[in-house]
T-cell receptor
Framework: NAGVMQNPRHLVRRRGQEARLRCSPMKGHSHVYWYRQLPEEGLKFMVYLQKENIIDESGMPKERFSAEFPKEGPSILRIQQVVRGDSAAYFC???????????????FGNGTRLTVT | KNEVEQSPQNLTAQEGEFITINCSYSVGISALHWLQQHPGGGIVSLFMLSSGKKKHGRLIATINIQEKHSSLHITASHPRDSAVYICAVGKETSGSRLTFGEGTQLTVNP
């Protein structure tokens, strides 16, 4: 049973390009969360999605960032017109239900390290 | 003031020492998580707890809901325990998203 899969592991983009980060949750998990870790800072919540629905996007920057979790396929975090300040590690986590419990723990992926040059 | 505070920020220990990392929070929570992050690596969930104490191998996590405080203990520390340890809470009011502490960088020397 594969864990949460994120790709790519490393992504380099020039300023102004688009970045697409993918997250495949664990099998049977329908709840996906995206977190960002800026250099020398702690993790910050970005968005919480269920299949085909955005549940909570209160942590997403107002512009250039979007996320989706389609019925089929991975969750995508999309950053348009990247700037140097977007350089960070982006982590995805998944769970079976929306409320963590001993029987529904949270699993993290290995992250995507985005570098904007 | 951050809603989740960890101490210490950095901790250096000798192999075999008993280690304690503390986490205090100022909000009502549904659960508290301890996470481990290795350099350049992913994040591993060590514990999720809402009351009492949990033990897994050499790791022990405790939580005191009344005092809004949790501790992570490592017994007989080993260099491979060197990592960043992160405390995170699921707030009662914010559903499923986590709020994180800044992390504690632990270095265990042989």
């Amino acid at each position: 049973n594969a864990g949460v899969m994120q790709n790519p592991r490393h992504l380099v983009r020039r300023r102004g390009q688009e970045a697409r980060l993918r997250c495949s949750p664990m099998k049977g998990h329908s709840h996906v969360y995206w977190y960002r870790q800026l250099p020398e800072e702690g993790l910050k919540f970005m968005v919480y999605l269920q299949k085909e629905n955005i549940i909570d996007e209160s942590g997403m920057p107002k512009e250039r960032f979007s996320a989706e979790f389609p019925k089929e396929g991975p969750s995508i975090l999309r950053i348009q017109q990247v700037v140097r300040g977007d350089s960070a590690a982006y982590f995805c986590a998944s769970s079976q239900t929306g409320r963590y419990s001993y029987n529904s723990p949270l699993h993290f992926g290995n992250g995507t390290r985005l570098t904007v040059t | 003031k951050n809603e989740v505070e960890q101490s210490p920020q950095n901790l250096t220990a000798q192999e075999g020492e008993f280690i304690t990392i503390n986490c205090s929070y100022s909000v009502g929570i549904s659960a508290l998580h301890w996470l481990q992050q290795h350099p350049g690596g992913g994040i591993v969930s060590l514990f999720m707890l809402s009351s009492g104490k949990k033990k897994h191998g050499r790791l022990i996590a405790t939580i005191n809901i009344q005092e809004k405080h949790s501790s992570l203990h490592i017994t007989a520390s080993h260099p491979r325990d060197s990592a960043v340890y992160i405390c995170a809470v699921g707030k009662e009011t914010s559903g499923s998203r986590l709020t994180f502490g800044e992390g504690t960088q632990l270095t265990v020397n042989p």
